[in-house]
């Protein structure tokens, strides 16, 4: 069952922290260059696929703040990976990305979206609002979910080139790609 998101108007979703240092420069280069054109192509879809995303948020139940940070691997070629957390979880991606690729955190939000990767999902807005997901994901992320899949990855992604599912696996079972592949 759903669980409704208004009560004695008090409001309730989840929301994306657009204060933290990698959402406002993600933001703003979205912003920046969604008029650009050819050869080097806006940010128009991504800028509004990140806003269609925020407010499917708001029509969730939990009242989570998902923040979302990058940091540094050093020992790996690629060595920036996103963090994506709440009060109830903690993950990080384990995909390989540019230093600066806004790509990289809008495909963090893509993993954690991702139907595959539900639980992780639920884990960070709190588990007890699992039973509402199925409903609020089929509202409110079903209708853009082919277009945040196509359009929230990197464009030239580095190496290694492995498919979705895959990283996926990675992705919940928190293994970087490179202490699995080299």
């Known amino acids: 069952m ?15 922290n657009k204060q933290s240092d990698t ?15 050819s050869p080097y192509g806006g940010t128009k879809k ?9 407010k499917a948020l708001k029509h969730h139940p939990s009242r989570e703040i998902i923040t979302i940070t990058t940091f540094h691997k050093k020992d790996y070629k ?46 960070l807005t709190g588990k007890q609002y699992t039973e509402a997901y199925p409903e609020w994901w089929n509202k409110y992320i079903a209708p853009i979910w082919k277009s945040i899949s196509m359009s929230f990855r990197e464009k030239n992604p580095p190496y290694p080139h492995i498919k979705d599912s895959e990283y996926n696996i990675y992705f919940r079972n928190q293994m970087d790609i490179y202490d699995v592949v080299g």
């Open 46 to 54: 991504e800028l509004s696929l990140l806003n269609a995303v925020d």
């Open 78 to 123: 690629y060595g920036e990976r996103v963090r994506i957390s709440t009060t109830k979880a903690d993950f990080k991606d384990v995909e390989p990305c540019k230093e600066g690729s806004v790509g990289t955190v809008l495909g963090c939000i893509r993993k954690v979206l991702d139907p595959e990767n539900k639980d992780m999902f639920n884990a």
């Open 23 to 37: 959402m406002r420069y993600v933001y703003a280069y979205l912003e920046k260059y969604k008029g650009a054109t």
């Open 2 to 16: 759903y669980i409704s998101t208004t009560n004695s108007n008090q409001s309730f979703g989840a929301a994306i």
